[in-house]
């Protein structure tokens, strides 16, 4: 019986492309991974903690333009404007979660994922 070399195995690995459907800019989607936050210095050097969601699998973002498209990326910058949904997810960081909202892609030094998305929902997993 004839193996293939690890480097050949490990390769086809690597890009083996991911079967999920891209997320649209400013729709409501639906992400699902672990809730963590990061810490982060903006544009003038002044830190920043923001929310990270880890996924599991790569998720992309499909806009009109180009600077509306993310090809893969395995975490999203998340927010809320609303005071009760930013409380919730500090008690949630940590866990799996599903989160509901409107993506877009990062376009300033406050953005700390390659997709941003503003949350309108949060639950445990």
Known sequence: MMR????IVMLALLVSPVSAACMKPDAKEI????LTTGKFK???????TAFILRLPLAACLDGA???ERVAS????H????????????R???????LVRGSAFAQHTAHHHAPIVMEVLE????
């Open 4 to 7: 293939a070399p690890f480097a």
């Open 31 to 34: 992400a699902e991974g672990r």
């Open 42 to 48: 903006d544009a003038a050097g002044r830190p920043e």
């Open 65 to 67: 333009d180009e600077d």
């Open 73 to 76: 990326t395995r975490t999203i």
């Open 78 to 89: 998340v927010y809320s404007t609303n005071t009760a949904t930013q409380k919730f997810m």
């Open 91 to 97: 008690r949630l960081v940590g866990k799996s979660v």
């Open 122 to 125: 949060i639950d445990a997993r």
